[in-house]
């Protein structure tokens, strides 16, 4: 269950942010990044049917699920340096600002 629900809450946070988002690039932009995850997602779906459908034990059936599962995290890993990364610039933007007003408020 955590499976799908880490997921699909990552893209409801995507869908938060789309929200208070400008309409226009940053709308586009967030588009393609869905569209990239659930692409993502379907890629490692599709190659667990696959997987599934050339099962011949229980063994094999054990070992789809375990390769779908490591896909699975090194996608959320993936997700998980790409968030960092982008509140670090996030942050970065914030820190310029407030500097700026700083330096407003001293003139």
């Not at 942010?17 to 997602?41: C, M, N, R, T, Y």
């Not at 997700?79 to 500097?99: D, G, H, S, W």
Request: aromatic share 6%; with cysteine.
């Amino acid at each position: 269950m955590k499976k799908v629900i880490i997921p699909l809450f990552f893209i409801c946070i995507g869908f938060s942010s789309l929200a208070v988002a400008e309409p226009g690039a940053q709308a586009e932009e967030f588009k393609q990044k869905l569209i990239a995850h659930v692409d993502g997602e379907i890629a490692i779906l599709s190659q667990f049917k696959t997987c599934i459908q050339a099962a011949k034990s229980r063994p094999d059936f054990e070992a789809c699920n375990l390769a779908k599962n490591e896909a699975q995290k090194k996608k959320m890993v993936e997700m998980k340096k790409e968030q960092l990364e982008n509140r670090k610039k996030q942050l970065a933007i914030e820190e310029k600002q407030l500097n700026e007003m700083a330096k407003a408020e001293k003139k």
